[in-house]
């Protein structure tokens, strides 16, 4: 009898002991992103597995990552991953119209780690970069290589609404307090894709038969320019910017372009540091409420630093 009552007492602290464990095992990191349907996008995804597998999360038990085409397509994400009783969720919003989607996620005691884009509501963590740097940076570089004199183009792109306008205000406030004396030209394309870069930069050199360098705003419209800039064998043209970070535009920067090409970065492989911040706060670590990644200039002396063959942007 004593054996008996001896082996159940174990057998309950070895249950209790077990069911503690299984309680305070964390769930999974949720990854929510929109899909790709451009390269930065793309590169996102690729990014955010790279870091997953760096920290040695499995697919299921340590991390699931989603993607969708629209806000609505999110929004059931985002209920499915707070069903998976997720520890942490890392995402990055269509728009603000997800808002009331991710609001449910702090009411369900989750964290939230916003990526790129805020919603409205409270949030753990918020990492992006800087699309004002951006421009302020690119300003820096194009004045100081022009001596602060020249004629500049400077693109705009409403049809990505923040992201230009915040860029193209931090160039022009730093060349109007810095460069006063640099001529700025507005130009408008349509998007960010390369093809939208050569129909702007064509109609461009139409236009203004004098041009000192070309403000662009992302990467991909950059080789677009380049390439009508080339098509009409202009000389007058001596620099191109970027945004983002793009492998393609890095590896024209080690052509003989006869052009002093750059960007300043806005990565797609920050979304590491949001599933960093998402891992940290699963073992209990501080995590910042806010933190802003600040552009890099990449140029003909340090791209190769850059290069990944594996990236899909």
């Keep these: 009898m004593k054996k ?81 009783k997720c520890s942490v969720i890392v995402l990055l919003p269509h728009n603000n119209e997800v808002s009331v989607a991710a609001d449910k996620i702090i009411k369900n005691n989750i964290k939230l780690v916003l990526f790129d884009r805020k919603v409205s509501g409270d949030y753990t963590a918020y990492i992006a970069g800087n699309n004002a740097g951006l421009g302020v940076a690119s300003a820096e570089y194009i004045g100081k290589k022009l001596g602060g004199k020249g004629t500049v183009a400077v693109m705009n792109t409403p049809s990505v609404g923040s992201v230009s306008t915040e860029r193209v205000q931090g160039f022009k406030q730093t060349v109007a307090q810095k460069y006063p004396a640099l001529k700025l030209i507005d130009v408008t394309s349509n998007g960010f894709s390369m093809e939208d870069g050569l129909k702007m930069a064509t109609d461009m050199l139409v236009a203004y038969p004098k041009l000192d360098a070309v403000f662009s705003i992302d990467d991909e419209p950059s080789v677009g320019i380049l390439q009508a800039i080339k098509d009409a064998n202009r000389k007058d043209i001596k620099i191109i910017s970027g945004g983002g970070g793009t492998q393609t535009y890095f590896k024209t920067m080690g052509g003989n372009t006869g052009l002093d090409l750059f960007t300043a970065t806005y990565s797609p492989s920050m979304i590491k540091n949001a599933v960093q911040a998402a891992y940290d706060l699963i073992h209990g670590k501080a995590v910042p409420k806010n933190t802003i990644i600040e552009p890099t200039i990449v140029n003909k002396d340090n791209y190769t630093k850059f290069l990944d063959k594996g990236s899909p942007y």
């Design 4 to 84: 008996v009552t001896f082996l159940m007492i174990i057998a309950l602290l070895f249950a209790l002991t077990f069911t503690g464990f299984a309680a305070t095992t964390p769930g999974p990191i949720g990854i929510v992103i929109p899909s790709a349907d451009h390269g930065w996008l793309a590169a996102v995804s690729y990014f955010a597995k790279q870091k997953v597998d760096q920290l040695g999360l499995k697919q299921g038990n340590g991390y699931k990552l989603v993607t969708s085409a629209n806000v609505n397509e999110q929004a059931n994400q985002i209920e499915e991953m707070i069903a998976l």
